[in-house]
């Protein structure tokens, strides 16, 4: 039973347009999102959150936004830069368990 | 600050055998979360560790075991090596008392079972 999922393996923009990575999940005691970023021959990284209270989450380039009743969020990459292209995973934590459930992940590609 | 390092990074091993992964955990950090990531899929939660005991683990049997030493670094050990274990194990550390979850990921160890 995927309680994360990630519908799209990949996704392919040009640079300077914007990337929509997305993920749906079941579990209604999820209460914290994640996205990491990831490099062949290296580890995931954080690059932003948000919390079941809110709805939209900004740093730089990239913006979270969370829909509970659909159970759904997506993440923009504005505008996509070739460096930005890496395997995206969507991850979700509830309650006091510090437990994350990810997706499978989507492959970004930015081309020049 | 040094980040998660883990080792060894790569590791070929026969079924039926056993292994131990390791990890040091990043400066700060009091936490130590373990994944197992099969090709084509998400890191999938093992367990984690917060003063030195298992604190939640997901769904893998017993022959999956680790520790947390004092300093804070953590070993994974695995029994009874079967062909499926094959994956990128993945060590994280985070601060328990930061409820952002930003876990500190290493490289990963990449098991092959033959």
């Known amino acids: 039973d995927q309680q994360v999922k990630q519908n799209s393996p990949s996704l392919s923009v040009q640079e300077g347009r914007i990337s929509i990575l997305n993920c749906d999940y079941t579990n209604s005691m999820f209460d914290y999102f994640l996205w990491y970023k990831k490099y062949p021959a290296e580890g995931p990284t954080f690059l932003i959150s948000i919390s079941s209270i809110k709805d939209k989450n900004e740093d730089g380039r990239f913006t979270v936004f969370l829909n509970k009743s659909a159970k759904h969020l997506s993440l923009h990459i504005v505008p996509s830069q070739p460096g930005d292209s890496a395997v995206y995973f969507c991850a979700a934590s509830g309650g006091s368990n510090y437990k994350l459930t990810f997706g499978k992940g989507t492959l970004l590609t930015v081309n020049p | 600050e040094t980040g998660v390092t883990q080792s060894p990074t790569h590791l070929i091993k026969t079924r039926g055998q056993q292994v131990t992964l390791r990890c040091s955990s990043q400066?700060?950090?009091?936490?130590v979360s373990w994944y197992q990531q099969a090709l084509g899929q998400g890191p999938q939660f093992i367990f984690q560790y917060y003063r030195e005991e298992e604190n939640g683990r997901g769904n893998f049997p017993p022959r999956f075991s680790g520790l947390q030493f004092p300093n804070y670094s953590s070993e994974l050990n695995v029994n009874a090596l079967e062909l499926d274990d094959s994956a990128l194990y993945l060590c994280a550390s985070s601060r328990r008392d930061r409820k952002n979850y930003g876990y500190t990921f290493g490289s990963g160890t990449r098991l092959t079972v033959v």
């Open positions: 400066s700060g950090h009091n936490t």
